[in-house]
């Protein structure tokens, strides 16, 4: 089965980088996707890595390392609306996405 | 209206009450899916449908029965429900193998159930 490994809570100031962790025990998927989903919203999709290294998308990134079995989300520049919970996922084939439990991102100021 | 609309966002049943979720995109997607969110827990994949045809359904108690009638709709029918099964129920779209946004999930701001 898939099994997808978050740290459940991370919190940082304002400003400051923070980097969220997905370790994961499974292969054979397409793709390593990050979303995040706001208390009380629905998830929104924030980064998708078919291939190894690093997706630069604004003030967000995210790496994948299958040798590692190890991805990870880098928010640079935190603001306060960045406080939300952050998902990795993965993706098979016909269209089957299997997530992680989350990482609650607090941001202080 | 645009984007995946769900109803009702919230629903509260006894465990003998039949009842529906409804879910609808407006993307032009050809790929739905039913989630169930509980806390402190992964999102759990319950149904996927390509092109209208259900190809997953991930070891689902039979209490749940999805309906996915065209691209654009997708229902979760509901009986006799456990209290365990409250959750946010979110449903999703995406477009299917080989779109260019085939890897992109669009979600739902869900139902949150509650079984009594």
């Known amino acids: 089965g898939q099994s997808l490994e978050q740290p459940s809570e991370v919190t940082a100031v304002e400003g400051a980088i923070v980097q969220i962790n997905c370790t994961y025990q499974t292969s054979g998927f397409y793709g390593l996707s990050w979303y995040q989903q706001h208390d009380g919203g629905a998830p929104t999709f924030l980064s998708y890595n078919a291939l190894d290294g690093l997706e630069e998308t604004g003030r967000f990134s995210s790496f994948l390392s299958r040798s590692d079995s190890y991805g990870y989300l880098l928010l640079q520049e935190l603001q306060m609306k960045d406080s939300a919970s952050y998902f990795c996922a993965v993706g098979y084939n016909f269209n089957k996405f299997y997530f992680g439990s989350g990482t609650k991102l607090n941001v202080k100021p | 209206e645009t984007g995946v609309t769900q109803t009702p966002r919230h629903l509260v049943m006894g465990m003998t009450n039949k009842k529906s979720l409804k879910c609808e995109q407006h993307l032009g997607h050809n790929a739905m899916y039913w989630y169930k969110q509980s806390a402190k827990k992964p999102l759990e994949l319950m149904f996927v449908y390509s092109l209208e045809e259900r190809v997953e359904n991930n070891s689902v108690p039979s209490r749940f029965s999805p309906e996915c009638p065209n691209s654009s709709h997708l229902f979760l029918h509901l009986h006799t429900l456990q209290p365990e099964d409250s959750a946010l129920y979110l449903c999703?779209?995406?477009?299917?193998?080989?779109?260019?946004?085939?890897?992109?999930?669009?979600f739902g701001a869900g139902s949150r159930l509650t079984v009594l």
């Open positions: 999703a779209s995406s477009q299917g193998p080989g779109g260019a946004g085939a890897n992109v999930l669009t």
